[in-house]
């Protein structure tokens, strides 16, 4: 036998007379009835007469009349019309089953529409308690339950009640409980029992609500490390503990081990910053970067490396992922992560560890702008106070020496007047004393994060009276909200007046107010000293704090503040600097 023959089909089996009758539709049947019984009805009755006519008696013609008309009629009308009824009664069955096929078609429309909108309300809760609070009152909407409640992980949980009169789940109803994937629970309470269409929408709902409640939570866990980038951006100014903060929530939130930040150096070579290898070690210095670090700054985009590559970054690393630092201004460094694990970063938020990579590109130029400007306020400082040796100090010391070599030559020739040169020298040379003295006391450091603004002015204050004797007060009212920044300006200008007072007023007695209003903070400073004319000296810059009248002024100014002096000669001085609030 050939394959051919092999697969031939049967051949068809012409359907009976019976089956032909069965399919018929009604219409038909009832057409056919009306066009073929009457002629036939006509051509039976004939050939029946014709027949009865052969009989040999009356009496049997009657008895064949009986039996025909009386038997034969009626059943050949019943068949007919039962044989029409049969298409009738098919016919509504067909219309009941449409019916119930456009019905649960029309419910199932209504249920995938429902599921539509829950999941579009999913995507857009802002947060993991809105998630929970939609999934809750979704699921009630296109299941049709009385009453839902869901809890997931966390301490979170809802409750949605439906379109009932029931004010909450009783013993009549009857519970639907299903697990959600990851961590929860949901249950539905329905008024009959649930169907198994109903269970399989319940189980396919907590699959879609447990990808939304993942989905929240991702996002929460990617504005929480955003957070914490952002706080280390402002926080720190050291390079490489600054580094470290943004590594680690990176590695934090990935799950990798090791971590390391190389930055181009001021000749353009890539170098390293900082590291941590998988046994948790630091490592500082100024090696050069790996090939994959300089490959990843070349290219200027995220890559991923494995097997060798991977471990010439870390060793037994088997994977590793880095991202470019580079801004406008060109290309800043490359932050490293490591794992030991292959593939393991594979499905990783690329766009939000490159946006996090930005954020630490940021935190580098600021950092180096920090660096760069202590650089210089250190120079400026050593500039000032080698000013103000050479101008002040060193000559009056000078002069002493002077002073005391000519002693040397008159002390036996004129010892009145020796003695007069050198109680001359040595007032000199204690009022040089008190010099440096306020000299160093203007230069210590003050820790305004430590204290604050308000405790600062308290120490500085009562400190100033007793290294300089004079008598102070001080007024401390009102509410002061102020940024750091602020706090620090308004510290300054403090520090700056006193300074000026100890070194020009020859006050007795200084008076400190700080007030917080509703709008402002206004500092004044008032001293009874000798006073001084304000346009004579206001381009000067002071040899005591290193800021000069206008220097002041400007500072207040460039935010928002202002800057006033009220003196003259021989009425002491007032100084008031006003900063706007928070």
Do not use: C
């Not at 649930?194 to 993942?214: D, F, S, Y």
């Not at 040796?389 to 008159?410: N, W």
């Amino acid at each position: 036998m050939s394959p051919t023959s092999a697969v031939t089909p049967p051949p068809a089996v012409p359907p009976s007379p019976a089956q032909t009758l069965r399919d018929v539709r009604l219409s038909d049947r009832v057409r056919l009835v009306r066009n073929v019984l009457p002629p036939l009805i006509v051509l039976v009755v004939i050939v029946v007469e014709l027949l009865i006519t052969q009989l040999p008696n009356r009496h049997a013609e009657l008895v064949a009349h009986l039996l025909f008309y009386g038997l034969v009629g009626p059943a050949v009308t019943f068949f007919s019309v039962e044989w029409i009824a049969q298409g009738t009664r098919a016919r509504e069955r067909a219309e009941r089953e449409l019916r119930e096929l456009y019905i649960e078609l029309s419910t199932s429309n209504g249920q995938l529409r429902a599921v539509q909108e829950l999941m579009r309300d999913l995507a857009d809760a802002p947060d993991l308690a809105a998630v929970v609070e939609v999934a809750v009152r979704g699921a009630v909407r296109v299941t049709g339950a009385t009453h839902a409640t869901l809890s997931v992980p966390g301490g979170l949980s809802a409750t949605a009640r439906g379109d009932t009169l029931l004010s909450g789940p009783s013993a009549d109803l009857h519970p639907l409980r299903r697990p959600i994937p990851g961590g929860g629970a949901m249950t539905l309470h329905f008024q009959g029992p649930p169907t198994p269409h109903t269970v399989a929408l319940v189980e396919a709902l907590a699959g879609e609500i447990a990808n939304g409640v993942e989905a929240a939570r991702q996002r929460t866990l990617d504005l929480m490390t955003l957070f914490n980038v952002d706080q280390s951006i402002r926080a720190e100014r050291n390079m490489r503990r600054l580094l470290s903060r943004v590594t680690r929530n990176m590695a934090e939130r990935l799950g990798a081990d090791a971590r390391a930040a190389y930055l181009f150096d001021q000749d353009g070579v890539l170098r390293l910053e900082y590291a941590q290898d998988f046994a948790g070690r630091e490592e500082v210095g100024g090696s050069p970067a790996p090939a994959f670090a300089l490959r990843v700054a070349q290219e200027g985009t995220p890559l991923q490396a494995e097997g060798e590559e991977a471990a010439g970054v870390f060793s037994h690393a088997a994977s590793v992922l880095g991202l470019p630092m580079r801004d406008d201004q060109g290309p800043v460094g490359v932050l490293v992560l490591g794992d030991a694990r292959a593939d393991a970063f594979e499905g990783a938020r690329v766009p939000l560890l490159a946006f996090m990579a930005g954020q630490a590109t940021l935190a580098v130029r600021n950092a180096r702008a920090y660096l760069y400007s202590e650089e210089l306020a250190i120079s400026d400082e050593r500039a000032r106070i080698a000013r103000e040796i050479h101008d002040g100090v060193a000559q009056s010391l000078a002069f002493a020496a002077i002073k005391l070599d000519l002693v040397g030559r008159k002390l036996r020739s004129d010892p009145d007047k020796s003695e007069a040169d050198v109680k001359e020298a040595s007032a000199l040379l204690r009022e040089q004393i008190r010099e440096v003295r306020r000299s160093i006391f203007a230069l210590r450091p003050v820790d305004l994060e430590r204290y604050g603004l308000l405790e600062t002015v308290r120490r500085y204050v009562a400190d100033f009276g007793e290294q300089n004797g004079v008598r102070t007060n001080l007024d401390l009212t009102g509410d002061i909200h102020l940024s750091p920044g602020d706090e620090a300006v308004v510290f300054r200008i403090l520090q700056e007046s006193l300074n000026n007072v100890a070194k020009h007023a020859r006050a007795r007695e200084v008076t400190v107010s700080l007030h917080g209003g509703a709008n402002r903070v206004t500092l004044r400073v008032q001293d009874d000293g000798q006073g001084f004319d304000p346009d004579a000296v206001s381009g000067r810059v002071s040899s005591a704090g290193g800021l000069g009248l206008m220097q002041m002024q400007e500072r207040l100014e460039a935010r928002g503040g202002s800057y006033r002096i009220l003196s003259a000669p021989g009425h002491g001085t007032v100084v008031e600097a006003q900063l706007p609030q928070l």
